[in-house]
C-alpha cells in the first residue's frame, strides 16, 4: 500500500517491509528489515483501533511467522510491545504518544552497544515525528 512505499520518507532505518498475512480486518503480521550497519529484521503482529474522540491506536509486537524465517546475516528483534496513540487535538494539531520496548540483541548488548542503543533511543523518536511530519506535507 501507500504507507509502505512511502515509510522510507519518515523511517530511514526501514530498508525494506511487507504483509506476511492480514488475521482480520485489524490485525496483521509485517516484515521488516534495516540494513547495515544495524542489519536487524523483525516480524510484528500489528492491531489497528478506533478510540474515543476519534484517536486511533497501532498496537505492535514481536513474533515469529512461517513466511519470515530467520535470514543469515541479520539479528531478530525483539519486541515485548509497541503503541502509538494519534490523537486529535482542538487546535488542528496531533498528540502523538509512542512507547516502545524492544531487545535489539546483537551488538547492543555489548557496553558500546548500549550506549549507542541509548543515544538512538532518544534521537530517534524526535526524527521519526519530524518526518512524519514532512511526508504528510507532500
Known amino acids: 500500500g501507500e504507507a509502505r512505499s512511502r515509510v522510507h520518507e519518515y523511517n530511514e532505518y526501514c ?6 498475512e492480514w488475521l ?4 496483521k503480521v509485517t516484515y521488516s528489515s534495516s540494513g547495515r550497519p544495524w542489519c536487524r529484521d523483525f516480524v510484528t503482529r500489528v492491531h489497528y483501533t478506533d478510540l474515543e474522540g476519534g484517536a ?6 514481536a513474533e515469529e511467522h512461517p513466511q519470515a524465517p530467520r535470514k543469515k546475516g541479520f539479528t531478530r528483534m525483539g519486541m515485548s ?3 502509538n496513540v494519534m490523537r486529535p487535538l482542538s487546535d488542528g494539531r496531533t498528540e502523538f504518544t509512542m512507547l516502545t520496548h524492544v531487545n535489539p540483541g546483537g551488538m547492543a548488548n555489548t557496553q558500546f552497544g548500549a550506549m549507542v542503543t541509548n543515544k538512538l533511543s532518544t534521537e530517534s523518536p ?6 512524519i511530519g514532512k511526508a504528510l506535507e507532500r
Open 15 to 20: 530498508k525494506e517491509i511487507w504483509d506476511l
Open 81 to 83: 510491545i509497541g503503541a
Open 126 to 131: 524526535r526524527a521519526f515525528l519530524v518526518n
Open 24 to 27: 482480520d480486518e485489524t490485525t
Open 56 to 61: 486511533k491506536m497501532v498496537v505492535n509486537r
